[in-house]
């Protein structure tokens, strides 16, 4: 397909009638806000026909689609890359420039679209960009939340939650699709009868009812006219409450349905890697679910005459066990609607649905009890009892006398619901997202799974979006590969390969080092801003940004920060590289052992950073509300690369992956894709310690691991430890920090403590560390370092990602 041939005048004209039409001001006298809706106003128009065209063009071509359904999609602001995507930067910047403002000042006007947590939906906007820009056609299915992930708010160093209206600025993007409206049923009872041939069908009664209304949201391939859909729901009530015509029944009734519609699409649970088995959560995954599977089977019917081939030309991609309930409804309506027999049904069925598996962690598995299950969906209930029925007694048929087979994979078992069973069971394929994890899937978690279907397993690794984490987040940087080696990484990251030569040339390396040294004095400027905090732009720029849990170790993280400022304030004379520990994190408004956490960083912050006999060679910096949009400055201005995940713990991550592109060297474990990202760098280019995969997994079953003769043998780590109870960091509170060391050193209940293997790993972080301050010393080795991780970042594109999937599961054509 083509480009999008951006008219620069009919922009400007456009721009100037926008303000008007939709602020009543003159360009001359609208405000920023004013003019970015305008501004994205305008280029909806110019991105519309192409995207009309490519709905059209995979109509006429006929081509297979994915629907990618995800709870979350963490897109961060769309202004920026869609001006990029479509090539217009220059003419935009320029007619901006006409009417005085600032492009930049513009793009920091739109919300952040944070239709998610963390990792999970942010793959998912990455997902959709690439899709888009390798010409595959493709649609983001999910929930229109009234309010996304929230807003951070730090006061007196504790995480406050403050609700995101993300919607209260009207998203000039977004286009409600009201011709594409379903209904979606909850609740009653399910009735039989028999049809003419004598067979039976099962029809849902006394259930209440709400409207799914699709809005779409444009998503633009890079420079190629393919313009794909994020579609989102949005509930409500199937007729408006009319008080007159109703009696009190039907009035109640009415009533409920109005709530529950209401409630539905109300707000995104704030849960990262965690089950919460709230009743509404299920309520949403099947709203959006149904709603989107109705549409696609409705679609593809008006396309094609034979529901049987609906394999050939429609996938989907579940993101997580979230919206595995696909499986079931599917089958409802092959089996309700289309009356097909149960195993034509299940045939199309386990042909068409496929399942990435985002987690090995217990606590995030998702397991719904049948009581709450069969009340909400009766019929879908049904279905799952029956798709549990057939399976366990292919179990039993293949292995006679092992009923601990069934205990591991039925899918109804205890009382529950098992999601992950259900979606493995129901789908073509099951992937993980790293080599590391996918192993762990075969030989430890899913094993028994994996013995009796082998075929269904891959892997496929995470990877992110270069046009947002190169091109948009860091244009400098960006603007030197493609002046030394051209512009084919856009769309082709191995490419940026060829700047590795470079990496031996010390006048590159002095633009590269100037360049990281613009961009953390851009960071500085904003920590000023947000932090008023002087942080020294020649220091180490150390970060750790990402959810707040206790597997990813922000804890190790601090502890080691207040181990240094002991060893600084014992030897006042020693000379450290300067250093500046960045965190930026959300903690889930539930969980308390993170948000003390967040208290801990702040509370060090505060005394380390206002202690004048360290010399400010150590400052603490906790950036608010940690998301896309700030992500973007903080990645480009990095030094080092906090991974430090307790091994076997992180799938895959991506902010990793984001690091590495923009030139920082990784602090990790041997977690995740970090494996692939030492594997690609070079272990020599980065510092990798702590315990392995294995090791970690052989403690937790033997259950040897005692942290207290750590405790009892290490002074240093002893000191820290001490520090937490005894006031150091919270004078006022000298129990207040008591509950992260009883998280270290439960002495009533060893087996609970250190499950996350902190003090076990503490003494090779800190040598890892020292590795880092001396190599940083060497101005030289640290930048040559820093450019071959950039050059070796080509394999965590999720271009590449992309591919694999088409390639190994979707099997789409590209449009033409
Ligand atoms: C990439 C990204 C994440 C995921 O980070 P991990 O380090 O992989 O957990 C989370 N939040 C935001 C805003 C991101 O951009």
């Known amino acids: 397909m083509g480009g999008y041939n951006f008219d620069k005048d009919l922009f400007r004209k456009r721009v100037r009638e926008l303000v008007k039409l939709d602020s009543k001001v003159s360009i001359e006298d609208a405000n920023p806000v004013q003019i970015y809706k305008a501004v994205g106003f305008a280029i909806k128009e110019q ?103 929230f807003k951070q708010k730090i006061e007196d160093g504790y995480q406050k939650e403050v609700p995101d209206n993300w919607l209260k600025i009207a998203n000039p993007f977004e286009i409600r699709r009201d011709s594409q409206r379903q209904e979606v049923r909850f609740g009653g009872y399910t009735r039989c009868e028999t049809d003419e041939h004598g067979n039976p069908r099962y029809i849902q009664e006394g259930y209440q009812a709400v409207v799914a209304v699709p809005y779409d949201l444009p998503v633009i391939g890079y420079g190629n006219g393919v313009v794909n859909t994020l579609r989102i729901w949005s509930a409500e009530p199937v007729e408006e409450l009319d008080l007159e015509s109703f009696d009190q029944g039907e009035y109640e009734k009415a009533n409920e349905q109005n709530n529950l519609a209401e409630t539905i699409c109300k707000v995104l649970y704030p849960n990262d890697n965690k089950y919460s088995g709230k009743e509404l959560r299920l309520k949403q995954q099947y709203f959006f679910v149904s709603a989107t599977i109705q549409r696609a089977v409705e679609r593809y019917m008006e396309e094609h005459d034979d529901i049987h081939g609906l394999h050939e030309k ?43 598996n985002h987690t090995i962690m217990a606590e995030a598995l998702e397991k719904w009890p049948i009581d709450l299950f069969q009340r909400l969906l009766p019929r879908v209930y049904q279905i799952v009892d029956e798709i549990n029925r057939r399976f366990v007694n292919e179990i039993r048929s293949r292995y006679p006398g092992q009923p601990e087979k069934v205990q591991k994979m039925a899918v109804l078992y205890e009382g529950q619901v098992r999601m992950a069973n259900m979606a493995i069971v129901g789908g073509f394929s099951v992937n993980g997202v790293a080599k590391l994890h996918t192993e762990i899937l075969e030989k430890q978690e899913l094993r028994d799974f994996y013995e009796m279907m082998p075929e269904k397993f891959n892997n496929k690794t995470n990877g992110i979006t270069q046009r947002r984490f190169l091109l948009h987040g860091n244009p400098l940087l960006a603007q030197w590969v493609t002046d030394h080696i051209g512009d084919g990484w856009i769309t082709n990251l191995p490419e940026i390969k060829k700047i590795e030569p470079l990496a031996d040339d010390p006048e590159c390396r002095r633009q590269f080092r100037e360049i990281k040294y613009q961009n953390k004095l851009r960071l500085a400027e904003y920590i000023r801003e947000y932090n008023h905090i002087e942080v020294n732009p020649e220091s180490i720029f150390d970060v750790q940004v990402k959810r707040l849990h206790e597997y990813k170790r922000q804890l190790l993280n601090i502890l080691h920060v207040m181990y240094l400022y002991n060893q600084l304030k014992d030897h006042p004379e020693w000379d450290m590289v300067p250093r500046t520990f960045i965190f930026g994190a959300k903690a889930a408004a539930g969980y308390r052992i993170a948000k003390l956490t967040i208290k801990l960083i702040n509370s060090v912050a505060e005394v380390i950073n206002h202690d004048p006999s360290i010399n400010g060679k150590i400052k603490v910096v906790f950036i608010e509300d940690y998301r896309v949009s700030n992500a973007e400055l903080i990645f480009s201005a990095s030094d080092v690369s906090e991974q430090i995940s307790t091994a076997s713990k992180e799938a895959s991550g991506t902010g990793n992956m984001k690091f590495m592109l923009n030139g920082a060297l990784t602090l990790g474990t041997m977690d995740g894709a970090n494996v692939e990202i030492v594997e690609e760098a070079g272990a020599e280019n980065a510092f990798i310690f702590g315990m ?11 259950g040897t691991y005692d942290p207290m003769t750590i405790f009892n043998s290490d002074e240093g780590i002893r000191r820290v430890l001490m520090q937490l109870i005894n006031g150091f960091y919270s004078p006022e509170d000298p129990e207040l920090f008591r509950p992260l060391y009883n998280s270290l050193l439960n002495t009533k209940d060893t087996s609970r403590a250190d499950t996350y293997f902190i003090l076990k790993d503490f003494r090779s972080y800190a040598e890892a560390q020292q590795r880092v301050e001396a190599a940083y010393r060497d101005q030289e080795w640290w930048s040559r370092a820093a450019m071959i991780n950039v050059a070796n970042a080509g394999k965590f594109s999720s271009d590449r990602t992309i591919q694999e999937y088409v390639d190994d599961i979707w099997h789409l054509d590209k449009l033409k």
């Open 47 to 149: 991105i519309i026909d192409p995207w009309i065209d490519t709905r059209k063009k995979a109509k006429e071509q006929d081509v297979k689609m994915v629907y990618y359904l995800s709870m979350e999609f963490l897109m961060g602001r769309a202004l920026g890359n869609n001006i990029l995507n479509i090539q217009a930067q220059n003419d935009i910047r320029e007619v901006l420039e006409e009417f005085g403002v600032d492009l930049n000042l513009i793009e920091d006007q739109e919300r952040d679209w944070a239709l998610g947590n963390g990792g999970l939906g942010r793959l998912a906007a990455c997902f959709l960009d690439s899709l888009a820009t390798l010409g595959y056609h493709a649609y983001g299915c999910g929930i229109r939340y009234k309010y996304g992930m």
């Open 692 to 702: 392995s995969a294995e090791e970690v997994i052989r403690y937790e079953h033997d």
């Open 314 to 356: 429609v996938c989907f991609q579940m993101n997580d066990t979230h919206p595995t309930v696909a499986v079931a409804e599917l089958m409802r309506i092959l089996l309700d609607e289309y009356g097909l027999g149960w195993d034509e049904a299940w045939a199309i069925t386990t042909k068409t649905c496929a399942y990435t």
